[in-house]
C-alpha cells in the first residue's frame, strides 16, 4: 500500500507546473551581509506567507495562456518593510489574477535587510522597541533593491521575444516597501530599464521621499486608502500632485478604508477591487489590449 501511495504522489507531482525562476545580475552589494539562508514560511504574525533573507535578486515567470497573452507585462514587488517579502497575497496571487487578463506576471524577489530566521518578529518587534533602526537598516538595502527593480525591467526588455510580451509594454507594480521600489525605478530608470507605466501600491513614502519627476516620465496608477494604519495616505497624495504638476499621464485611487497591505486580501470592502481599476486605467491607457 505504501508504495502505491508513493506512485501516486509521484505521478501527481508530474502534473504541477515547473517554476521558472530567473536569477537576476548583482551589479554592487549593499553595506551588510547575510547570515541566514533564504526562507520561506507562513507568518502568524502577517497570517500570510513571506519570503525572508533575499541575497540574490530572482523573478518567478507567470506566463497566460498562449490563447489570452496580449503581450503586456507586469513585474510585481512584494511588500514587508524590506525585511520581508508578502509573497502571496502581494506576490503570486497578484500574477495569477494578471494571467486570467492575459498579462505575462514576473515577481520580483529583490535584496532585503539581513535577519535571523523569522525577519517579520523583528520588525515587528522593532516597529515597538525601536523604530528608528529599521530606517537605518532599510536606508543601506533601498538603493540595491531599486537597482533589482531596474535589472528586472532590463531582463524582460532584452528577452521580450522569448516570453512573447511588448518591450514597450512593461509596468512594474509594487506594495508598501515595493511601492518605495516601484517609486525609485521611476526616479532612476535609464532608456534600456525604463518602466512603461508604475502601479505603486500604498508606497511606503516615509523611506523615498517625492522627487520631481523626469521629463520623460511614465503614465502612474496609485492606490492607497485613507485609514492606511501607517499614515501613508499623504505620501500617496503628493506623489500623485508631482506627477499631475508636471503634466505626466496619473490616476489616483484613495479608499476611504481598507488600511495597509490588503494586497488580493478580500475584506468586503470597496478597495477589494483596486485590481480591476487598475486594469480598466492600462485599457484606457491602451497599455493593455482586449484579447
Same mark, same amino acid.
Given at each position: ?32 551581509? *547575510? ?10 504574525? *502577517? ?8 541575497? @540574490? ?17 507586469v ?21 495569477? *489574477? ?6 505575462? $506576471? ?9 535577519? @535571523? ?8 518587534d ?21 537597482? #533589482? ?13 522569448? =516570453?512573447?510580451v ?22 532612476? =530608470? ?15 513614502? #516615509?523611506?523615498?521621499?517625492?522627487? @520631481? ?11 492607497c $486608502? ?16 508631482? *506627477?499631475?504638476? $508636471?503634466?505626466k499621464?496619473? $490616476?489616483?485611487?484613495?479608499?476611504s ?11 468586503g ?6 485590481i ?12 493593455v489590449?482586449? =484579447?
Amino acid at each position: 500500500m505504501k508504495s502505491i501511495t508513493l506512485l501516486v504522489i509521484l505521478f501527481g507531482c508530474l502534473w504541477l507546473p515547473a517554476q521558472e525562476i530567473v536569477k537576476l545580475p548583482v551589479d554592487e552589494n549593499p553595506p551588510v551581509v *547575510w547570515t541566514t539562508a533564504l526562507g520561506q514560511y507562513y507568518s502568524p504574525i *502577517w497570517k500570510t506567507e513571506v519570503v525572508t533573507n533575499v541575497s @540574490e535578486p530572482t523573478i518567478q515567470v507567470f506566463r497566460p495562456e498562449e490563447a489570452l497573452n496580449n503581450g503586456t507585462s507586469v513585474i510585481v514587488a512584494p511588500g514587508g518593510g524590506l525585511y520581508a517579502l508578502s509573497i502571496k497575497k502581494e506576490g503570486t496571487e497578484v500574477a495569477k *489574477w494578471l494571467n486570467e487578463k492575459g498579462i505575462t $506576471a514576473f515577481v520580483l524577489q529583490y535584496r532585503l535587510v539581513p535577519t @535571523e530566521k523569522d525577519g517579520v518578529a523583528e520588525i515587528s518587534d522593532l516597529s515597538v522597541n525601536n523604530p528608528d533602526k529599521i530606517g537605518e537598516e532599510v536606508a543601506k538595502v533601498l538603493p540595491y533593491s531599486i537597482k #533589482d527593480g531596474l535589472n528586472a525591467i532590463k531582463h524582460v526588455r532584452e528577452n521580450a521575444t522569448s =516570453y512573447g510580451v511588448d518591450p514597450n509594454k512593461i509596468g512594474f507594480m509594487g506594495f508598501s516597501a515595493g511601492g518605495a521600489v516601484t517609486v525609485g525605478v521611476g526616479y532612476n =530608470y535609464s532608456q534600456d530599464n525604463k518602466p512603461n507605466f508604475l502601479v505603486p501600491v500604498y508606497y511606503w513614502s #516615509d523611506v523615498l521621499p517625492i522627487q @520631481e519627476p523626469k521629463p520623460d516620465a511614465p503614465p502612474m496608477f496609485i492606490i492607497c $486608502a485613507t485609514d492606511d494604519p501607517l499614515g501613508l495616505a499623504k505620501g500617496s497624495i503628493d506623489l500623485y500632485s508631482s *506627477w499631475l504638476q $508636471a503634466g505626466k499621464p496619473v $490616476a489616483l485611487h484613495m479608499y476611504s478604508k481598507g488600511g495597509h497591505g490588503f494586497g488580493m486580501e478580500k475584506q468586503g470592502l470597496p478597495s477589494d477591487s483596486w485590481i480591476e481599476r487598475f486594469y480598466e486605467w492600462s485599457q484606457a491607457q491602451n497599455l493593455v489590449s482586449n =484579447y
